[in-house]
């Protein structure tokens, strides 16, 4: 794959047109904003033990990033050199922040692109949607550019892909018990501690792992 290529993942103009159009939640019956907890009877492998940021919900689907499965050797100093963002001998150079963003596989879907889930003091116009006060994500090259030369924003991680439901979907799997859900934390979301968030998440709302059984439960 040439640069441009790769180039060309990082490039729409906006969000929306990355994310299917699931329109706009009308009441508390929808969970954008929140993080989804898979439990024990998921039997999705492309979802045990996830963690799930929703970025949108509403009657036409919902979609949400994967918060705690880490990408293998994708790096994101590494990632900056193959977009041709920095040069090789420019890694030792970067910020701290962008040396320990954590890449993460966000999903089965579109595993080629790349959404940054970030802190909501960096904005783009026509690029960032905002999702609730304090969690935004962009879906542009210029995102990784800012983090790259320290102006991005203070928290953020980059993931490859997402997770999608058609409309009803996440409801009927929440009904079969597949999903715990609770109100987001950005300190989870953004924290180091990948492997931890799971059970973090859990704890959360008062839950230990050895606890987790058949029965619906939700936050």
């Excluded at 159009?21 to 019956?29: H, I």
């Excluded at 959404?115 to 995102?143: K, P, W, Y």
């Amino acid at each position: 794959m040439s640069s441009e290529d790769k180039k060309a993942k990082f490039r729409p103009r906006t969000v929306r047109r990355e994310i299917p159009d699931v329109g706009e939640a009308a009441d508390s019956r929808y969970l954008d904003g929140q993080l989804l907890i898979a439990m024990p009877v998921m039997g999705d492998p492309r979802f045990e033990r996830s963690v799930i940021y929703l970025c949108a919900h509403s009657a036409e689907g919902a979609m949400g990033i994967i918060v705690n499965r880490p990408a293998g050797s994708i790096d994101f100093p590494g990632l900056l050199v193959q977009l041709d963002i920095i040069k090789k001998a420019d890694q030792i150079k970067l910020p701290e922040n962008a040396e320990s963003l954590k890449v993460l596989k966000g999903g089965p879907v579109e595993t080629g692109r790349g959404f940054v889930l970030h802190s909501s003091d960096f904005f783009i116009q026509d690029a960032t949607l905002r999702i609730d006060e304090e969690i935004c994500l962009t879906a542009t090259i210029d995102i990784l550019k800012a983090i790259a030369k320290g102006s991005g924003p203070k928290h953020a991680i980059l993931a490859l892909g997402y997770a999608g439901w058609a409309a009803g979907q996440l409801e009927s799997e929440i009904q079969d018990n597949g999903w715990l859900h609770c109100d987001a934390d950005p300190d989870l979301i953004f924290g180091s501690d990948v492997e931890e968030k799971y059970s973090r998440a859990l704890r959360k709302i008062g839950i230990d792992v050895g606890m987790l059984s058949n029965e619906a439960g939700h936050a």
